[in-house]
C-alpha cells in the first residue's frame, strides 16, 4: 500500500515535470497551440456565416406587412429581435460546450507528433516509419489502440455517474479510475514510438499502475476546468512519454528481462 501511494505521488508529479518541459521546449509549442487555433478558425467562419448569412435570413422572413397595425408591428419587431437573440445566445452555448471537444478532436495527430518528436529530443527514441505506407499503418494501429483504451475509461464513467451525482465530492472520489485510462492513453505514446504490440504493452505495465494513475489523475482533474485541455492535453502526451521511458520500460526489464526490446 506504501509503495501504491508512492507511485502514485511520483505520477502527479509528473504532471508538474511534464508541464515545466513543455514550456522549456519551444519547438513543441506548434504542435500544441495548432490545432486550437484551426478549431477557432473553424468557429469563426461559422460566426461569419451566422452575423453575415442567418441572421440577416430570419431578420428578413420575420416581418409584419405594410399594412399591419402598429400593435401587431410592434409584436413582430419584438419577435424578431428575441428570435435573433436566441439564435446568437444558442450559438454560444454550442461553441462553448463544443470548441474543446472539436479542437480535442483536432489535436490527436498533434499530440502524436509532440510525443515523437519530445521523445527524439529527451530520449534519442525516434520512430522512423519506412515510407507513407508504414506512416498510415502507425496512426491507424495507434488510433485503434487509442480508442480501445478511451472507450474502457468512457464505460467507467459513465457507470459512475450514479456516484459523482449522489455522493457529495463524488466527481473527486472517482477520478483515479477513468484517470487511469487517460494516463494510460498518454503512455501508449512511447509504446508506438517502438511499435510494440498492445499485449506487450499491457505485460509491460506490470508495477507501473499507480504511476500512470497518478499522472492522469491530476490531468482528469485539471481538464475539469473549462478549456483546460488546450494546455492539459500536451503535458499528458510528454508526461506519458516520461513515465514510459523513465518508469515503465526499466521496471518491466527489471522485473523480466525478456521484456526488453
Same mark, same amino acid.
Given at each position: 500500500m506504501n509503495r501504491t501511494l508512492k507511485d502514485f505521488q511520483l505520477g502527479a508529479k509528473y504532471t508538474l515535470i511534464a508541464t515545466k518541459a513543455l514550456f522549456d521546449t519551444r519547438s513543441l509549442w506548434v504542435y500544441a497551440l495548432l490545432p486550437w487555433l484551426l478549431g477557432l478558425c473553424c468557429y469563426l467562419i461559422l460566426g461569419v456565416l451566422l452575423v453575415f448569412w442567418l441572421l440577416p435570413l430570419v431578420n428578413g422572413a420575420i416581418e409584419a406587412s405594410p399594412d399591419a397595425s402598429a400593435w401587431w408591428s410592434g409584436t413582430v419587431a419584438v419577435l424578431r429581435w428575441l428570435s435573433m437573440a436566441g439564435i446568437v445566445i444558442a450559438a454560444f452555448v454550442v461553441f462553448l460546450f463544443t470548441y474543446t471537444t472539436v479542437s480535442t478532436l483536432l489535436s490527436l495527430p498533434f499530440l502524436d507528433l509532440l510525443a515523437e518528436k519530445y521523445e527524439e529530443k529527451a530520449y534519442g527514441v525516434k520512430y522512423i516509419p519506412?515510407?507513407?505506407?508504414?506512416?498510415?499503418?502507425?496512426?491507424?494501429?495507434?488510433? +485503434?489502440?487509442?480508442?480501445?483504451?478511451?472507450?474502457?475509461?468512457?464505460?467507467?464513467?459513465?457507470?459512475?455517474?450514479? +456516484?459523482?451525482?449522489?455522493?457529495?465530492?463524488?466527481?473527486?472520489?472517482?477520478?483515479?479510475?477513468?484517470?487511469?485510462?487517460?494516463?494510460?492513453?498518454? +503512455?501508449?505514446?512511447?509504446?508506438?514510438?517502438?511499435?510494440?504490440?498492445?499485449?506487450?504493452?499491457?505485460?509491460?505495465?506490470?508495477?507501473?499502475?499507480?504511476?500512470?494513475?497518478?499522472?492522469?489523475t491530476m490531468n482528469y482533474l485539471c481538464l475539469l476546468i473549462p478549456f483546460a485541455a488546450f494546455f492539459m492535453l500536451p503535458v499528458l502526451a510528454i508526461g506519458g512519454v516520461m513515465i514510459y521511458n523513465d518508469v515503465v520500460l526499466p521496471r518491466s526489464t527489471a522485473a523480466d528481462p525478456a521484456k526488453h526490446f
Open positions: 519506412q515510407n507513407t505506407r508504414g506512416r498510415l499503418s502507425y496512426y491507424w494501429t495507434s488510433g +485503434v489502440n487509442s480508442f480501445r483504451i478511451s472507450l474502457k475509461g468512457i464505460l467507467w464513467a459513465v457507470l459512475l455517474i450514479p +456516484v459523482w451525482l449522489t455522493v457529495p465530492g463524488g466527481l473527486i472520489l472517482i477520478a483515479p479510475l477513468p484517470g487511469y485510462y487517460l494516463g494510460l492513453g498518454g +503512455v501508449l505514446y512511447g509504446a508506438e514510438h517502438r511499435r510494440c504490440p498492445y499485449r506487450q504493452f499491457k505485460r509491460q505495465l506490470a508495477g507501473s499502475r499507480a504511476v500512470i494513475c497518478g499522472m492522469g
